[in-house]
Nanobody, 120 residues
């Protein structure tokens, strides 16, 4: 099993910044090493959507709505992925979920989410 724990959410004013972190633990070493990691979000009353992903080799992919404002990064030694969010807008309000993929068994794992609220 793989556990993911997110942190860093909170209330921020429009135009502000937040940094989310997500650390993986459990069976993640050797052949069980995790591969890509990513952030998804679910705005109130809407479906979950992709925000950004990053491979172990640090190839990144972003949703059009966050390009130029959000930056995803990872520390493989710490099994941690980060999401730096700048120029936040009210429409960025959502529960943000961390996800990782383990190539060994093809399983995807999700964190429980952290709430980001952008409001004045």
């Amino acid at each position: 099993q793989v556990q993911l724990v997110e942190s860093g959410g909170g209330l921020v004013q429009p135009g502000g910044s937040l940094r989310l972190s997500c650390t993986a633990s459990g069976s993640i070493f050797g052949v069980n090493a995790i591969g890509s990691m990513g952030w998804y979000r679910q705005p109130p009353g809407q479906e979950r959507e992709l925000v950004a992903t990053i491979t172990r080799g640090r190839t990144t992919n972003y949703a059009d709505s966050v390009k130029g404002r959000f930056t995803i990064s990872r520390d493989n030694a710490k099994n941690t992925v980060y999401l730096q969010m700048n120029s936040l807008k009210p429409e960025d309000t959502a529960v943000y979920y961390c996800k990782t993929h383990r190539p060994y068994d093809g399983m995807n794992y999700w964190g429980k989410g952290t709430l980001v609220t952008v409001s004045s």
